[in-house]
């Protein structure tokens, strides 16, 4: 074990991805069948077998916990540490960086799922540029950018530019993102360092990739990697009952299936009972659908509510959601939501017999009291109780 600590930091919120960053971060955000961005994150760190890994979120969800429960707890000896806070200050940092027993710094934003071999960066920084700071470019499909970026520093650096942003009275909400900027308008050597990174701006780009990770040589890559281990709990294998009849799917731990599967990728804990339908379909974890419901081309957040809910599923019965449309947007949010396709919040109770179109928007913890008047809504349309969430 070296004496590095891998400081992760989030990007800056927006609300191009509507419900799935509403309530929580891009690191928790669910991806590629049974992670979270959360553990690409570790996974990368780790392959520099550091001292210890601080991941900063200004989200207010469950990282903490998450990360303190985390499986990969049991095979690695670095400290593994959240600090979740939405003020954040210069003098508090320099605080937390002056008690670690570490002699260098790795800073990087983690909050898109990526593949980056630090081990490898990090050799090449301590045989070559050992008490610089060096700002590496991370080349993606053979284009480096300074949008992908990495910074390794040294404590004395760091501690530095900490200095001189509390001398100055400097502060940011995006703290990390000034630091980083004072250590290079400060003088950094540059260097190119091969990554795999998928960013995630809008609906669309998260149905894509998480298909595109569960195929061909990316999903063999992903699955029988050493380090990247999933953090969302099952504690069963998945179930499929005598009415199952799944095709082209990804099913993952935990989950009961007795009904039509095709062309879906299934989280863990996710309960599809019989005659229910999934089709072209992203379902997250602990979603329930009732029996002869229908869904096509949409994505079902999490249905994390199940244990105090007085509803078993959160899907009613014979419910539509999405279509085989081709081509539409969303009238509310046409830049993050097109396609065709839908998206169903996080912990949303969609009621029997409702209708719901395609590029359609159901908003967090959209309850069966939203449904009174119409269980219908036409394509393109939302239900957002609360639009300045996502304004």
Not at 240 to 249: T, V
Request: hydrophobic fraction near 40%; charge should be neutral; charged fraction near 20%.
């Amino acid at each position: 074990m070296n004496s590095l600590t891998v400081f992760i930091y989030p990007s800056a919120r927006d609300n191009s991805l509507l419900s799935l960053t509403d309530f929580r971060s891009k690191f928790m955000m669910p991806i590629g069948g049974k992670f979270r961005i959360a553990d690409f994150a570790l996974r990368n760190a780790l392959t520099a077998d550091p001292y210890q890994i601080v991941m900063y979120s200004d989200v207010f969800d469950d990282l903490h916990p998450y990360l303190d429960t985390h499986p990969i707890n049991q095979k690695t000896k670095c400290k593994i540490i959240p600090i979740v806070d939405d003020s954040l200050d210069v003098k508090e940092l320099a605080k937390t960086v002056k008690k670690h027993e570490t002699s260098h710094y790795l800073i990087y934003c983690g909050d898109n799922p990526a593949l980056i071999d630090f081990g490898a960066m990090y050799d090449y920084y301590i045989k070559k540029k050992k008490n610089k700071t060096v700002l590496f470019q991370l080349k993606n499909s053979e284009k480096a950018s300074m949008a992908n970026t990495a910074l390794m520093t040294t404590k004395k650096n760091f501690i530095s530019v900490l200095s001189e942003a509390i001398k100055q009275k400097r502060n940011s909400p995006h703290l990390l993102e000034m630091i980083n900027n004072m250590l290079i308008n400060k003088g950094v050597e540059k260097s190119t360092h091969h990554a795999e990174i998928w960013p995630v701006r809008n609906i669309p780009d998260f149905y894509s990739l998480n298909y595109n990770l569960l195929s061909g040589d990316l999903f063999k890559t992903i699955y029988t990697d050493p380090i990247l281990t999933g953090g969302i709990k099952t504690d069963q294998p998945a179930k499929i009952g005598p009415n199952a009849n799944i095709s082209s799917s990804f099913i993952s731990e935990g989950c009961i299936i007795d009904g039509k599967v095709t062309g879906s990728i299934i989280f863990p804990g996710v309960i599809i009972t019989e005659k229910a339908e999934v089709k072209d379909s992203i379902i997250l974890p602990y979603v329930t659908i009732a029996r002869n419901a229908r869904i096509e081309n949409a994505i079902i957040d999490e249905f994390t509510d199940y244990a105090n809910s007085p509803f078993i599923f959160n899907i009613g019965e014979y419910a539509r959601i999405g279509s085989d449309a081709d081509g539409l947007r969303n009238s509310d949010y046409p830049k993050s939501l097109f396609s065709s396709i839908s998206l169903i919040g996080k912990n949303c109770l969609i009621p029997t017999n409702s209708n719901i179109g395609s590029a359609c928007f159901v908003a967090s913890a959209t309850g069966f009291s939203f449904f009174e008047k119409t269980k219908t809504l036409e394509d393109g349309l939302s239900i957002v109780p609360y639009p300045e969430i996502y304004s």
